[in-house]
């Protein structure tokens, strides 16, 4: 039963490899508009979780449903990008040849729900997107500047805003703000912050300054399912996880 809040909902997920399981029953719901982090030891399956998310892998066992509708197990990955799901992984790919402008241009232009030829004159207001954008991710002053010789922070946002020429309803970040700078980190927060709400978020995370930036709820995986999950003091002091990232 799912309430029209919900926009992700992962019940009792599954997913073996050659019998281990990476993940083991993980049940999961994201309200619509909200920034949610999610940590935990290296192979605690989340990675996994986001290829099962996005249809790179089909879980064995367990039920996805984007909205109220969608169920993502059904579906190929081109479906669930274009039904407004975006994903970036941890490196940054954009055009480095070409303008910071131009990536944000090609991204519009590659949606499939526009369909426009890469050779098509852009609309006054599709330009109007693209400079909303910009002044998003802070690149307003770097738009001609070929994207190659950006920092790595500017090229993380200047995908983050490739992503949003798309205007996804969910976006999966990994790692965001590794290699980054305090400063970077600091704005990158503020960012995702602006984005929550009018999109969702879920975070893949190491940086525990950056999870207590965002200030969301936090979900914390262990052995592919939920370990703990509330706000970050709540689980950091939870004796279950204490363990698990400094016992054995
Ligand atoms: P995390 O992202 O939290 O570090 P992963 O989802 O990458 O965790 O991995 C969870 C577990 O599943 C790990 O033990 C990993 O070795 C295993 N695993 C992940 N993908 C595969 C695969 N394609 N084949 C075999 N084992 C895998």
Redesign the pocket.
């Known amino acids: 039963d799912l309430s029209h809040k919900v926009i992700l909902y992962l019940e009792d997920i599954t997913v073996s490899?050659?019998g281990?399981r990476?993940?083991n029953k993980l049940s999961l719901a994201i309200d619509a508009g909200e920034l949610r982090c999610i940590i935990?030891?290296?192979?605690?399956?989340?990675?996994?979780?986001m290829?099962v998310i996005t249809g790179k892998t089909r879980p064995d066992e367990g039920s996805a449903f984007f909205g109220q509708t969608l169920d993502l197990t059904r579906m190929r990955e081109p479906e669930i990008a274009h039904a407004g799901i975006g994903r970036k992984f941890q490196k940054p790919t954009v055009f480095e040849q070409h303008s910071v402008f131009e990536n944000l241009e090609l991204a519009m232009k590659a949606d499939k729900r526009v369909r426009r030829s890469l050779f098509a004159r852009l609309s006054s207001e599709e330009g109007d997107r693209i400079a909303a954008v910009l002044e998003r991710i802070r690149l307003a002053g770097e738009a001609d500047r070929q994207a190659g010789l950006l920092s790595h922070g500017q090229k993380q946002w200047l995908e983050i805003g490739m992503l949003l020429m798309q205007e996804p309803r969910l976006l999966l970040l990994d790692e965001p703000v590794a290699g980054m700078t305090d400063d970077e980190t600091e704005r990158t927060a503020e960012l995702f912050v602006s984005l929550a709400g009018e999109h969702s978020l879920v975070v893949?995370e190491h940086d525990m300054a950056f999870v207590e930036a965002l200030g969301g709820k936090v979900t914390v995986?262990h052995e592919?399912s939920v370990l703990a999950e509330g706000d970050l003091p709540t689980v950091q002091n939870d004796p279950r996880v204490i363990e698990v990232y400094l016992g054995r």
């Open positions: 490899f050659d281990f990476a993940l935990g030891p290296n192979g605690a399956g989340k990675t996994t979780m290829d893949v995986l592919g």
